[in-house]
């Protein structure tokens, strides 16, 4: 899932001077799961803005709205036409979809989108995966070195590991060391001995935005409809 944080209040309400009508939008995929960005916090934010209104007569008019998935416009009728300010609290790209869906509007980002990662215990969420394009997983025992090595090495460990943690940062579990002993208990160390080759790292980030079309869609597939613009 796509891990975000809250921004800071002071930051969003800087985002919001001129404003009229103010729509705190919620979404009930991702941020929610990461305790930033669903129904309860758009309610919380909400009555944060309102309350700020009130004080610095700021004369907003604020409510919240929370979609199943704002990264999918077929959930967004409930805002068709809307023309004042959304405060989102989807990922970037829910944010990106939604001004696209409201093009009169002004989408201002009510989180920070950090990663696609994993909830790792109550409240704490770690990055999994760089969308590199390519994966590897097979080859390194169903752990990322591009997105929990800290120097992204595809034949580690780098030499720096300190009783199985990384030297960038103890905190952090090196991953290779955690590679070379998933890959001892399944059997499988002859994969160390040959390297994995460098990549071709176009069908990653480096290419510029990716677009990915299933062929399998069904004619009826909502983003397939969106993108051909019916
Ligand atoms: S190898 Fe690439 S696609 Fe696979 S988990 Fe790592 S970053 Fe993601
Ligand atoms: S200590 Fe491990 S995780 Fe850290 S940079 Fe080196 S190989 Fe990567």
Do not use: Y
Request: aromatic residues 4%; neutral net charge.
């Amino acid at each position: 899932m796509i891990i975000a944080e809250k921004k800071p209040l002071p930051e969003v309400l800087g985002m919001l001077e001129g404003s009229s009508e103010v729509l705190v939008l919620g979404c009930r995929s991702c941020t929610a799961i990461c305790l930033v960005g669903g129904e309860r916090e758009a309610m919380e934010t909400c009555e944060a803005l309102a309350l700020h209104s009130e004080i610095k007569d700021k004369g907003w008019k604020v409510r919240s709205l929370t979609v199943e998935r704002a990264c999918e416009r077929e959930f967004l009728t409930p805002l068709n036409g809307f023309k004042g300010t959304v405060v989102s609290m989807a990922c970037g790209v829910g944010a990106q979809v939604v001004q696209e869906h409201c093009p009169d509007a002004r989408v201002v980002p009510g989180v920070n989108t950090s990663n696609m990662g994993a909830p790792e215990g109550t409240g704490t969420f770690v990055e999994r995966c760089a969308g590199c394009g390519d994966c590897i997983l097979h080859l390194t025992a169903g752990i990322c070195p591009i997105a929990r090595c800290a120097k992204s090495l595809l034949n580690g460990p780098c030499g720096g590991s300190q009783n199985g943690r990384c030297e960038v940062s103890p905190d952090t579990p090196c991953a290779w060391d955690q590679i070379v002993k998933a890959l001892e208990r399944q059997g499988r160390l002859d994969l160390l001995d040959a390297n994995i080759p460098p990549r071709d790292w176009r069908p990653s980030r480096n290419g510029g935005p990716r677009r990915i079309v299933n062929a399998e869609a069904s004619p009826g597939d909502a983003q397939r409809r969106w993108r051909e613009g019916e």
